[in-house]
């Protein structure tokens, strides 16, 4: 190998790591870290069974709660207490809807359309 041609092999080499398209050792060429998937919210089901899943939900101050109905048209109402969140109102089939629980303690709710489904949400 002449000298020329080894001093084209050294700058191409150097120039291929330099713009990510080393081994990665030195970090080049290594994809960008990912960052954290954000935390999957509580939630309850409203199941075609006409049960809340799960009937008690344990959570913390703050988190989100998704309140899922099935096929089947459902509402919540909360009982009446401080820090409770807005009711969702209205026949609610094939959707979610979020609430968020800001206040500690224990919040009953119902559903209106059948009234012997019950939950309650508990938060510590």
């Known amino acids: 190998m002449t000298a020329r041609t080894l001093a084209m092999f050294a700058v191409t080499f150097f120039a291929a790591n330099a713009c990510g398209g080393g081994s ?25 069974n006409l049960a809340f899943d799960p009937s008690t939900l344990n959570t913390k101050v703050g988190h989100v709660v998704t309140f899922a109905f099935g096929s089947v048209g459902h509402n919540i109402f909360f009982d009446a207490a ?7 109102p209205g026949v609610n089939a094939n959707a979610s809807v979020q609430r968020t629980f800001a206040t500690a303690g224990t919040f009953t709710y119902s559903c209106h359309i059948h009234p012997f489904m019950q939950g309650k949400v508990v938060v510590q």
């Open 24 to 48: 990665g050792i030195s970090g080049y060429g290594s994809p960008p870290p990912t960052p954290n998937p954000p935390p999957v919210a509580d939630q309850v089901n409203a199941t075609a």
């Open 82 to 88: 401080t820090g409770a969140p807005a009711n969702i």
